[in-house]
């Protein structure tokens, strides 16, 4: 079975301008949650989608944003870019009625 | 004062040392997670624990809800052990909890 893919997995955006990330979760999951990591911060959650439907959301303005579409893959948006949303960003993806989590790559985001 | 205190933040070890990496967590918790996360970002779960111990090869994790407080211990370390291990909570109800993290702990193990 193939695991958690991220697309793409390198990105370099310059401020100002607005990225969008994909995942494709584990085939017959159906919970998708996306995370921010940074030197700084460490790993932050940002969102978690089921069912098409986002379940929770975490401390993160506006910009960001998310979907998540009837075949369980999900999408993140991030509006108007900042220096300090380069990061690397994970998805995971699990089980209906289980916590473990399978992670993706990540998706590394430069904003210059 | 963060949610989520791993200890230490970075640990160098000779290899066959006996390793241990410490949890504590402030809030009410479903279960307790141990990722591993390599350089180049990957990130592998361990272990999920809401309360006792389990075992997996080398890798042990304890958890003592009363405490708020869990361990990873790796026995007979091996350089291929080096990575970040990060501590993660998960609060909340299954249908909207989150996970919180530890800020990690940088594992080397030397040969």
């Known amino acids: 079975k193939a695991g958690v893919t991220q697309t793409p997995r390198y990105l370099i955006k310059t401020r100002g301008q607005q990225v969008t990330l994909s995942c494709s979760p584990i085939?017959?999951?159906?919970?998708v949650s996306w995370y921010q990591q940074t030197p700084g911060q460490g790993l932050q959650f940002l969102f978690e989608?089921?069912?098409?439907?986002?379940?929770n959301k975490g401390n993160f303005p506006g910009r960001f944003s998310g979907r998540q579409f009837s075949n369980s893959r999900s999408e993140m948006n991030v509006s108007t870019l900042e220096l300090g949303d380069s990061a690397l960003y994970l998805c995971?993806?699990?089980?209906?009625?289980?916590?473990?989590?399978?992670f993706g790559p990540g998706t590394r985001l430069t904003v210059l | 004062k963060n949610e989520v205190e791993q200890s230490p933040q970075n640990l160098t070890a000779q290899e066959g040392e006996f390793i241990t990496i410490n949890c504590s967590y402030s809030?009410?918790?479903?279960?307790l997670h141990w990722l591993q996360q390599h350089p180049g970002g990957g990130i592998v779960s361990l272990f999920m624990l809401s309360s006792g111990k389990k075992k997996h090869g080398r890798l042990i994790a304890t958890i003592n809800i009363q405490e708020k407080h869990s361990s990873l211990h790796i026995t007979a370390s091996h350089p291929r052990d080096s990575a970040v291990y990060i501590c993660?909570?998960?609060?909340?109800?299954?249908?909207?909890?989150?996970?919180?993290f530890g800020e990690g702990t940088q594992l080397t193990v030397n040969p």
């Open positions: 993660a909570v998960r609060s909340g109800e299954t249908s909207g909890s989150r996970l919180t």
């Open positions: 995971a993806s699990s089980r209906s009625g289980s916590n473990t989590q399978y």
């Open positions: 809030v009410g918790i479903s279960a």
């Open positions: 085939s017959g999951h159906r919970s």
């Open positions: 989608y089921f069912s098409e439907t986002q379940r």
